[in-house]
T-cell receptor, first 113, second 116 residues
């Protein structure tokens, strides 16, 4: 069955540094991958979508890469700020006509001033 | 942007009672809504897909008689936890799309259910 892993449960970095989060998947060839941000006690908020034919996608200080050979996506936040502290989830479609998504457990990012 | 509203945000109920959670798409119509539950430090687990005007599709292991879903209109889906037990205590979140099946999900802010 499809499996999605976000290797780090938590990541602590200093303000101004680049945060890099990893999402790996197995037994699967998804057409796209999405990243979400979740704050405590809130629902996830969509950040970026990257398709299988795209190597890289950028949005302001965010960058996502998608390596279909390695079956891995990297999510980067450059010039990180304390306000970036949150849990980041990657998500993949897992089949069916309705576009159901399977989510990773997330990586909790803490940016220290 | 597309907004999904979920109500209530928190609810405490006694064991054996039922609780209804509402999920509304405020500025778009949603023929499909998704219900997730999330345990602490765990990923979102899809419980069921709610389809307007038809029966919901439940994921394996989710009891349809316990988690009743009604999608009566294009802007409202409800999840009723029947005969709630303490093990049903969790964070329930609904979501919907305002575009095609590969477009992002818009999530409600979740409902924290505590069953005593």
């Amino acid at each position: 069955s499809q499996k999605i892993e976000q290797n780090s449960e938590a990541l602590n970095i200093q303000e101004g540094k680049t945060a890099t989060l990893t999402c790996n998947y197995t037994n699967y060839s998804p057409a796209y991958l999405q990243w979400y941000r979740q704050d405590p006690g809130r629902g996830p908020v969509f950040l970026l979508l990257i398709r299988e034919n795209e190597k890289e996608k950028r949005k302001e200080r965010l960058k996502v890469t998608f390596d279909t050979t390695l079956k891995q996506s990297l999510f980067h936040i450059t010039a990180s700020q304390p306000a970036d502290s949150a849990t980041y989830l990657c998500a993949l479609p897992y089949g069916g006509s309705q576009g159901n998504l399977i989510f990773g457990k997330g990586t909790k990012l803490s940016v220290k001033p | 942007g597309a907004v999904v509203s979920q109500h209530p945000s928190r609810v405490i109920c006694k064991s054996g009672t039922s609780v209804k959670i509402e999920c509304r798409s405020l500025d778009f119509q949603a023929t499909t809504m998704f219900w997730y539950r999330q345990f602490p430090k765990q990923s979102l687990m899809l419980m069921a897909t709610s389809n307007e005007g038809s029966k919901a599709t439940y994921e394996q292991g989710v009891e349809k008689d316990k988690f009743l879903i009604n999608h009566a209109s294009l802007t409202l889906s409800t999840l009723t936890v029947t005969s709630a037990h303490p093990e049903d205590s969790s964070f329930y979140i609904c979501s919907a799309r305002d575009q095609g099946t590969s477009s992002p999900l818009h999530f409600g802010n979740g409902t924290r259910l505590t069953v005593t």
